[in-house]
């Protein structure tokens, strides 16, 4: 029953992301006016508003006027809920699971928001950059650093929640500098942005719910996943008729050789980085983020 209600619940916080991811980067209010049809308009009745279910029974389309709801609504949703279960196996009733359940949910409107319109809003990220900071000073990310720190630098340990918001902040100045020297280098490197600001907000974000080795593991998969990802898209893009087709129009108006114009089309392709991180973060807090290093529990 617990995992049920669970599951319910995470899909019922599934449909308001929905709206968030929707909203927030239309600059629209999250709360009026209720969730309608995009097309004609018409208010969504409460019981063709059922989390998944509805869009079942609905067949994908509006009521009023038949036009085809986006799978992605379902989709976010039955993730939500599938993602509230996972963390209650993981973490069982405990303040770590109301920590990592609001973290999820940020880490969903990012990922999903990044990847339709290539955006990670202010809005979510510096909201949960504090949310993150405040998590931490209950259950914090317990990597070691402060403690580290502390007996080196004062010979000493601070209080116990302070240490948490300490690991918080250095959690976020690490991975957002991290990434914001990889983007700086990259520039250097290739004469043009490689990622935006927003990824380098995300990671100041992630970064105070993690810590500094989950903020690392963070990064070093989510940048891994996007170059796989990447070589194959723009392998498939090298190879398809479209790119062909355009490169041969170039060519014949002396723009260079077929060949060469296909890679620089294939080449000059963005994926969104803050996807791959978001996917990076979940596997961390389901795979890491449960080991912690106390090393000398008789000082706290």
């Known amino acids: 029953m617990v995992i049920v209600f669970f599951f319910l619940f995470g899909i019922m916080i599934g449909s308001f992301l929905n709206v968030c991811i929707t909203r927030i980067p239309e600059e629209l209010s999250i709360v009026l006016p209720g969730s309608r049809c995009p097309r004609c308009s018409t208010p969504i009745k409460a019981y063709d508003n059922v989390p998944v279910f509805a869009w079942l029974w609905l067949r994908g389309k509006c009521r ?54 290539r955006l990670l809003p202010d809005l979510i990220t510096w909201p949960g950059f504090a949310a993150g900071v405040l998590f931490s000073a209950f259950v914090p990310p317990n990597d070691g650093t402060v403690f580290l720190l502390s007996l080196r630098l004062f010979h000493g340990l601070p209080p116990e929640r302070f240490m948490g918001v ?82 041969e129009r170039a060519s014949r108006r002396g723009l260079g050789a077929v060949n060469q114009l296909r890679w620089r089309i294939a080449s000059q392709y963005h994926l969104p980085l803050g996807t791959f991180l978001g996917i990076a973060a979940l596997i961390v807090v389901f795979a890491f983020s449960s080991f912690s290093i106390d090393l000398a529990p008789g000082l706290r």
Not at 89 to 117: M, N, P, Y
Not at 193 to 221: C, P, S
């Open 166 to 247: 300490l690991e918080a902040l250095l959690g976020a100045a690490f991975g957002s500098l991290m990434l914001w020297g990889a983007a700086a280098i990259y520039k250097l490197v290739r004469g043009r942005e490689g990622m935006g600001m927003g990824d380098v907000k995300m990671m100041a974000m992630a970064g105070a719910f993690l810590g500094v080795r989950n903020a690392f593991l963070m990064i070093l998969l989510g940048t891994l996943l996007g170059s796989i990802v990447g070589i194959v898209v723009i392998a498939f893009m090298y190879a398809s008729g479209a790119v062909l087709k355009i490169a």
């Open 64 to 117: 009023a006027c038949g036009a085809p709801i986006s799978a992605m609504y379902p989709l976010v949703e039955f993730l939500t809920g599938l993602l509230f279960v996972a963390c209650y196996l993981e973490f069982g009733i405990s303040q770590a699971t109301v920590k990592w359940l609001f973290f999820i949910c940020l880490i969903i409107i990012l990922t999903v928001t990044d990847f339709r319109v």
